[in-house]
């Protein structure tokens, strides 16, 4: 074969490969997409060893450190009762840390956590997976909602 039809042929074929990767990356824009180190809107679901839905981590962006560890911006994280069906609470924050190994969150921001008539906000949190272990650390707020707090005299 000629040099320059050799040429032509891998020009083609790079094209084409090309073509094929931003068909897929079309197909990836409407569920999550990859630019560089960032990903955008995802969602990562955690499972027990039964294989039931413990979690299930949302976020907006989540950018890839130089340490393996992610920053999520716009996070929510929806935790599930044993079945892995019934939702026990979500938690929401500006933004985190996550680190993958150990399957656990950290942030200073806004953060919320709701579950039933319970609201919980603050500012700073720690999250892990395992056990589902939430902590807020500061500026702690509670609201419950519909739930009777007084007698009719008015008193506890």
Same mark, same amino acid.
């Given at each position: 074969m000629k040099r320059s039809a050799m040429r032509s042929m891998w020009r083609w074929m790079a094209a084409a490969v090309l073509l094929g990767a931003v068909g897929v990356q079309a197909q990836q824009?409407?569920?999550?997409?990859?630019? @560089?180190r960032k990903i955008l809107k995802f969602r990562v679901p955690d499972f027990d060893e039964n294989g039931h839905k413990k979690s299930e981590l949302f976020g907006d962006v989540a950018?890839?450190? @130089?340490?393996?560890?992610?920053k999520i911006t716009g996070l929510t994280i929806v935790m599930y009762d044993k079945d892995g069906v019934t939702?026990?609470? #979500?938690?929401k924050a500006v933004d985190c840390i996550f680190d993958r190994n150990d399957k656990s969150a950290f942030s200073n921001t806004a953060v919320s956590l709701q579950r039933?008539?319970?609201?919980? #906000?603050g500012t700073g949190m720690r999250w892990k997976s395992?056990?589902?272990h939430i902590?807020?650390?500061?500026?702690v707020r509670v609201e419950l909602k519909g739930v009777k707090m007084w007698n009719k005299l008015g008193g506890p």
């Open positions: 824009s409407q569920q999550s997409q990859v630019i @560089a950018d890839v450190l @130089a340490d393996g560890r992610v939702v026990e609470g #979500t938690m039933n008539v319970m609201i919980i #906000t395992d056990g589902q902590e807020i650390l500061n500026d």
